[in-house]
């Protein structure tokens, strides 16, 4: 017997109205919160309270000796420790970055 589907609403926010801007998606039925940013729009986000609560991150990029690499991390405000790494000189590979956190 095939498991019952049930649809679900994405809201997706464009900030500069383009696909390659930060983008900040939530499913309407879920407690989940994510965002999408690309490495030169992560300054961008400072600003925006949900970026700087505890949640976990990806960052997605290539190496000479990876096509694909990620990392992935956990803070308590995600977008600093995120600017932390640039700052530091840390996972200079990636590109672009996923960012999720749990209300509640």
Known sequence: ???????????MFMADGTVTG???IEILTRTL?????????????????DAN???VYFLFGETPEEKHKAYIG???KVVDRVIY???????EFWTRSNFFRCEG
């Open 1 to 11: 017997m095939e498991p019952e589907k049930r649809g679900q609403v994405v809201r």
């Open 74 to 76: 956990e803070a308590q």
């Open 22 to 24: 930060i983008r900040e």
């Open 85 to 91: 790494h640039v700052r530091e000189g840390q996972k």
């Open 53 to 55: 609560r505890p949640g």
């Open 33 to 49: 919160h994510a965002f999408a940013v690309q490495r030169e729009r992560l300054a961008d986000l400072k600003g925006w309270p």
